[in-house]
């Protein structure tokens, strides 16, 4: 718009300068018209009468006419009137006119600038003769005209500013604009520039929009000439002044001081404290006397507390604080009353694998061990009992107030059934118990509450061999037990399960005889052999090599088949059988029968060639045909029996 203006205001000059010059030209040929009619004389005696000491013959005289000397010299004065203006250069204007478009402003040129009222918004108070200055962006455009810009000549400057600030580390002004992801946005004399979260301040910042609209003081840290990126810092010259105030501190600084601090920082595991210009560390353990999770229970940010000095390192760069120690220890307001014996109540504040700690007052703990939660000899977890939170009464067991320690039970609040134990469970009575948990060797079971008993592993069953508890029950299940013995002085009770029943092994004696056989079903096969399932539910043992069948096979796993007993050991429930020794008995049996078969055979027909030789002796001649026929016939007897 300001162009189109301008234009038009040289388009009026220009016309204007048109229609001059016509009429000069006009009166020039009216004047030269007229000279040639009229004589030099005439003219002269139509002028006024001219001074006394003017020329008329000052043309001949040549006045005017310069040497080449002289019209350099004057030609050089008459350059040296206005200013040498290079374009890219900021100069400096004064300010000749003013309209609502534009700003004319006198730079000493041959002409004057044109720039738009737009760029001077921040100098509302501008006024005709105020010196300004601008950026030559071109000495004279197609038409002519100087090319002034004052927005650019501000932003050069502010350049050579921020760049000076930066090598001289100089402190420079900025208008926080803006917010933006992970800063803020700062005005430097027309620049943007980034200023870090973590550099507007020594603490963490919350709430970064209090700072938008504010004017602060900052250093330049990092240019980006490449980019045109500026990072500027405020932190820095925070920790510049503090540094000072931190020196004085640390000098001063003494175990048991008692320091001002503000609430800088709250972790996990303590909160840090701004002692003004340096920080120290409160852990949450410093922080009460009582038992707190996390340190905001008691402290909030900003906040302003009194600390005392624990301890610091030899460069004092690590100073524990403490805020607990400024007032007296709760053990020392403990209540003199409170002696073994005496009944509490408090609430549970922590529960641990060996127990609980109950809070009797804030800072006075008592630990109640698990073994005194319950009368039961079964260890359990100590969740079963409390959790944190719960509010119950305790009895003093042990009390050392110089070593601020105490030991509580809850179970001492009831009866002891072990007292009446021997009564109730005398040996040989019947009882029901819970199974609580199994070993190796045994089964633990609750018969009451606190009273428990152990079932060997050998006492669960007359006829199975368990080589676990949990091949027999499981926890929870009820067992029909039996007191086998008892210990009151140990609270020890031994109880047994099979013993509700008689031992059937003396029954199993007489029927599991020995070569005796029984059908049976393998139940499990192992390397050593297999398990058999006998009548009565009895299970013996085939080793590997009495496991072979008739046929040349092996038994396999369900297979039913008959057994010999070629063991029996009742002590040890054990009954050894084997499915081979009953075949190949038969069949060496068959085999011992044949042969007494064969030699009763032989033995019978020596005796009929005894006869035979007894009656050739007492023969005659006569008889030979036939004995020699009777021979042959005995012979062929023998060699059949023989072969």
Do not use: C
């Not at 004064?94 to 004057?112: P, R």
């Amino acid at each position: 718009m300001a162009k189109k203006q301008v234009a038009e205001k040289e388009l009026e000059a220009k016309t204007a300068e048109l229609q001059g010059a016509d009429a000069r030209l006009n009166q020039k040929e009216t004047i030269e018209s007229e000279a040639d009619s009229v004589s030099i004389e005439q003219i002269k005696s139509q002028l006024a009468t001219p001074s006394a000491d003017f020329d008329w013959d000052a043309d001949d005289k040549v006045f005017g006419n310069y040497n080449d000397e002289d019209r350099k010299k004057f030609e050089a004065m008459y350059t040296d009137t206005f200013n040498q203006i290079t374009q890219g250069e900021i100069i400096s204007g004064t300010v000749v006119s003013i309209n609502n478009k534009d700003v004319v402003l006198n730079v000493g040129f041959k002409s004057d600038g044109l720039v738009s009222a737009s760029e001077f918004r921040d100098l509302p108070e501008l006024k005709i003769g105020d010196s300004v200055d601008v950026f030559v962006e071109a000495p004279e455009d197609a038409n002519g005209q100087l090319i002034l810009s004052r927005k650019r000549a501000k932003t050069q400057r502010s350049w050579e500013t921020i760049n000076a600030a930066l090598d001289n580390d100089t402190i420079i002004n900025g208008f926080v604009k803006s917010r933006t992801k992970g800063g803020l946005i700062v005005d430097i004399m027309g620049v943007e520039a980034f200023l870090p979260g973590s550099q507007i301040d020594i603490k963490p910042i919350r709430d970064y929009d209090i700072y938008v609209g504010k004017t602060m003081e900052f250093k330049v840290v990092k240019i980006n000439h490449e980019f045109k990126n500026v990072v500027v810092s405020h932190k820095v010259l925070i920790e510049d002044d503090l540094e000072s105030q931190k020196v004085e501190i640390v000098s001063k600084l003494e175990k048991g001081q008692v320091l001002e601090g503000t609430v800088k920082n709250i972790t996990d595991f303590g909160v840090f404290i701004d002692l003004g210009g340096v920080d120290g560390l409160l852990h949450i353990t410093d922080i009460s006397w009582g038992r707190i999770e996390h340190p905001k229970e008691v402290l909030a940010l900003d906040q302003k507390i009194n600390v005392v000095v624990l301890d610091f390192d030899d460069e004092k760069k690590r100073i524990a604080l403490g805020l607990k120690q400024l007032t007296a220890h709760p053990w020392e307001n403990l209540d003199t009353a409170i002696q073994v014996g005496s009944k509490v109540k408090g609430k549970i504040v922590t529960v641990a694998d060996y127990g609980a700690f109950l809070e009797i007052i804030p800072g006075v703990e008592g630990l109640i061990h698990v073994s005194e939660m319950s009368w039961s000899q079964n260890l359990r977890s100590p969740q079963e009992f409390l959790k944190v939170g719960d509010e119950i009464e305790a009895e003093v067991l042990t009390l050392d107030r110089d070593e601020r320690k105490m030991s509580l039970g809850i179970k001492q609040l009831t009866q002891d059934p072990w007292g009446g134990v021997a009564e109730k469970y005398p040996v040989g009575s019947k009882h029901q118990a819970v199974v609580k948990n199994m070993t190796n060797f045994g089964v633990f079971v609750e018969i009451e509450e606190g009273i428990d008993g152990l079932i060997h592993i050998s006492d669960l069953s007359w006829s199975k061999k368990i080589n676990h508890p949990n091949e027999f029950t499981k926890v929870g299940d009820t067992l029909d037990v039996v007191v086998l013995e008892l210990d009151v002085d140990n609270r020890k009770l031994s109880l047994g399960h099979k013993q509700l029943e008689e031992n059937p092994w003396d029954t199993f004696e007489t029927v599991f005889t020995l070569d005796s056989i029984h059908q049976g079903t393998v139940i499990k096969v192992t390397d050593k052999g297999a398990v058999i399932a006998l009548p009565y539910g009895v299970e013996g043992f085939v080793p590997t090599k009495h496991m072979a069948k008739e046929d040349g096979s092996v038994l396999k796993a369900e297979e039913t088949a008959d057994f010999k007993i070629i063991e029996f050991n009742k002590d040890a429930k054990r009954i050894v059988v084997s499915h081979a020794r009953i075949w190949e008995e038969a069949k060496a049996e068959v085999v011992a029968e044949e042969r007494a078969a064969k030699k009763k055979d032989a033995k019978a027909a020596s005796s009929a060639v005894k006869k035979v030789k007894d009656s050739v002796e007492k023969s005659t001649l006569g008889d030979l045909d036939v004995l020699a026929q009777l021979k042959s016939q005995m012979e062929g007897e023998e060699k059949k029996a023989k072969g």
